[in-house]
């Protein structure tokens, strides 16, 4: 027994780790600029790995631990994330992280650089505080105004100001008001950090250039201007046709976009892109081939010129299923705000096996996108139209609740037309999809307002 005892100690005694005399292998160093910092905005972290070895290292992973304050999300480590870099004896590498504290929690955050890739003794981490301003004891405002540049001179002018509007902002949490009729709006009363500020449905049409749209609260008043533009499908149009009335799954489709400049400057590095949302079953295939209309192309247009171009798609073999095929395509710089950008929307006809159809239709009077108590739309006709012909496939009539079946009908897409001057509050898509595919079946709820 003691025999074994002492092997145990012995054998403990040679796994302990035990520190190295020598100079560390790798030096770790970190720094960042002298800014006082805010939460919700990232920031550069300069960090320097050396090989103060004389033989190469691999696999060398680096990582930033919090020791105290508030969690640092760090991304950038290239390389030196896992499965690790190489650095030759001598060698010196250095990069910038993207650091960003999102919530504050118990003061500026404390990081400790390092690398578990080789002994720790042989590592010489750097540990980095960041100067931050504090969220609990820093308030401030935002008020601004968000305009409509008509005569384009990135500037507010008289009678430019967007009413109604609907102006969000992002923080800790989501903050929301309208513009008055000015198009002024105020946020008041704000922790200080970076804010992120959203807006939607803007009156008339106008959109915004860029989404990417921030505002620093560091204490007092900030003022922001928000421009918003026309949207570029006022200057380009599109319009998209197919080669045929009818085709079977695997047949290959001819499809020809037509896209005019109809205004007085010129347009340049215009792209398309289609199936946006992709993995559906019934989106012709191919698509990502039409390099002279789809990025990486970057197209060019005169004022008043129109362009054409034909490309070759293969219709899905689940395209029967749904009754037909679609190209969704929209069109505008690439790297611009999607929204206010010319989009053609075609359906062409797949024949396949009928399918049943029903659902609800009522008046969102709360925007909540539910149907609420008093909110059906009860005892009321409504046809089920065919997007492609126009012909009336099947009728019927509203219970209590709103609920319309229609029955078996023929695969594809349709419209509802609601009697007594209902019209649809869903403009620009279809309202029902039948057919046998998986979803085809499901009951569907459709809002609808009073023309």
């Known amino acids: 027994m003691l025999a074994g005892l002492t092997a145990a100690l012995i054998l403990g005694a040679l796994t302990t780790p035990v520190a190295s005399a020598d100079p560390a292998k790798l030096v770790i160093t970190a720094s960042v600029d002298d800014q006082v910092h805010l939460v919700g905005k990232p920031f550069p972290i300069t960090v320097a790995v ?29 390389e030196f994330s896992y499965p690790g870099g190489t650095l030759a004896a001598g060698e010196t590498r250095t990069f910038a992280l993207t650091a960003t504290v999102y919530s504050w929690l118990d003061g500026p955050p404390d990081v400790n650089f390092t690398s578990t890739s080789i002994p720790s003794w042989d590592v010489q981490p750097a540990q980095l505080t960041v100067p931050f301003l504090d969220p609990t004891t820093t308030t401030g405002s935002l008020h601004g105004v968000l305009y409509g540049d008509r005569n384009e001179n990135n500037a507010v002018d008289a009678g430019e100001g967007l009413a109604g509007a609907p102006v969000e902002i992002h ?57 918003a533009v026309r949207p570029l499908s006022d200057q380009l149009k599109a319009t998209v046709s197919a080669d045929r009335d009818s ?9 020809t976009f037509t896209l005019t400049n109809t205004g007085s400057r010129p347009l340049s590095g215009i792209s398309g892109a289609c199936n946006r949302l992709g993995g559906s079953q019934y989106q012709l295939t191919g698509w990502q081939s039409w390099t002279d209309l789809v990025y990486p192309a970057s197209l060019t247009f005169a004022p008043g010129e129109t362009r054409t171009f034909t490309e070759i798609g293969t219709v899905p073999a689940a395209a029967d299923q749904y009754g037909g095929f679609a190209v969704d395509c929209d069109f505008g710089p690439e790297m611009g705000n999607l929204e206010g950008n010319p989009a053609v929307n075609l359906w062409a006809r797949v024949p396949g096996e009928p399918g049943v159809t029903s659902g609800w239709i009522y008046h969102d009077d709360n925007k909540n996108y539910t149907l609420d108590p008093g909110e059906a739309i009860a005892d009321t006709a409504v046809s089920l139209v065919d997007i492609i012909s126009g012909q009336t496939a099947a009728t019927g009539t509203t219970d209590a609740d709103g609920h319309v079946s229609f029955g078996s009908v023929p695969a594809g897409r349709y419209d509802l037309e609601v009697a007594d001057g209902w019209v649809t509050a869903e403009q620009g898509s279809f309202e029902v999809q039948a057919g046998t595919c998986q979803s085809c079946g499901w009951e569907w709820s459709r809002t609808f307002t009073r023309s």
């Open 171 to 227: 923080g800790d949490t989501t903050l929301d008001t309208v513009t008055g009729a000015d198009g002024s709006f105020e946020f008041a009363d704000l922790p200080a950090r970076y804010y992120q500020l959203f807006t939607h449905d803007l009156p008339d049409g106008w959109v915004l250039p860029d989404t990417n749209i921030g505002f620093d609260v560091s204490g007092g008043d900030q003022n922001a201007e928000v421009r």
């Open 50 to 78: 050396h090989n103060a070895s004389p033989d190469p290292l691999t696999g060398i992973t680096l990582y930033g631990e919090r020791v105290s304050g508030s969690y640092l999300s760090l991304d950038g480590w290239g």
């Open 247 to 255: 085709y079977a799954p695997g047949d290959q489709a001819r499809v």
